[in-house]
């Protein structure tokens, strides 16, 4: 059965940094778009970012905009969530997902295909 598999969460201070990494198991990432999702214990799954399976479109919540960066790399098979100026309020359990859409320009955060446990991210002084 494919799913995905998230790294490099852990514990940084405000300000920091962290590059979170999103691998498939038992399957390429190639045609799928990937999304990034984070939660924190009894709160709603929260969207962050996507991006399309050619890459060449994303979309970030404005919580994150200016300060996360997502990217894919098909010739590695993975996809990435690099985080900047890290603040307490995004400390959270981070997954990423899947999808399938008809066209390779568009990324969204309905009808994930596969899921990651998730890496969990605390951000504390």
């Known amino acids: 059965q494919p799913y995905l598999v998230e790294s490099g969460g852990g514990l940084v201070q405000p300000g920091g940094a962290l590059r979170l990494s999103c691998q498939p198991k038992?399957?390429?990432?190639?045609?799928?778009?990937i999304s990034w999702f984070r939660q924190v214990p009894g709160k709603e799954r929260e969207a962050v970012a996507c991006?399309?399976?050619?890459?060449?479109?994303?979309l970030y919540e404005d919580s994150v905009k200016g300060r996360f960066t997502i990217s894919r790399d098909d010739t590695e098979n993975m996809a990435y969530l690099q985080m900047n100026y890290l603040q307490p309020e995004d400390s959270a359990n981070y997954l990423c997902?899947?999808?399938?859409?008809?066209?390779?320009?568009?990324?969204?955060?309905?009808?994930?295909?596969?899921w990651g446990r998730g890496t969990l991210v605390t951000v504390s002084s």
């Open positions: 991006i399309s399976s050619s890459g060449m479109a994303a």
């Open positions: 997902a899947s999808f399938i859409y008809e066209s390779q320009h568009f990324c969204g955060y309905d009808g994930a295909t596969y």
């Open positions: 038992h399957f390429t990432l190639r045609n799928f778009a």
